[in-house]
């Protein structure tokens, strides 16, 4: 199996940073991708950035400009940058993985326990 350990979430004025950490750990044989969605109350989850293992990035335009998703391959541990962080990120922020539990396996995807972001404004 598969496991996510996220830390980093926390009360932070607006304008101000954070930075979220997500670390895989278990049976691992390649991590395809990691990355982090959010999920506002009342809302639906949705992704805000991601890195391939070829270190690709994506992220959601509403954040573009001010997060960055960054990759240790080593650790397989991702660090969200999240700066200029405005009232409406405040979310609880997920972490994800896809990965190969072995040569042979089928694609694994994990999500981590969540944690909260809260921005007053």
């Known amino acids: 199996q598969v496991q996510l350990v996220e830390s980093g979430g926390g009360l932070v004025q607006a304008g101000g940073s954070l930075r979220l950490s997500c670390a895989a750990s278990g049976n691992i044989f390649s991590i395809n991708s990691m990355g982090w969605y959010r999920q506002a109350p009342g809302k639906q989850r949705e992704l805000v950035a991601a890195?391939?293992?070829?270190?690709?990035?994506n992220y959601a335009d509403s954040v573009k400009g001010r997060f960055t998703i960054s990759r240790d391959n080593a650790k397989n541990t991702i660090y969200l940058q999240m700066n200029s962080l405005k009232p409406e990120d405040t979310a609880v922020y997920y972490c994800y993985v896809e990965a190969y539990t072995s040569r042979y396996s089928l694609l694994s995807f994990v999500w981590g326990q969540g944690t909260q972001v809260t921005v007053s404004s």
């Open positions: 890195v391939t293992s070829g270190g690709s990035t």
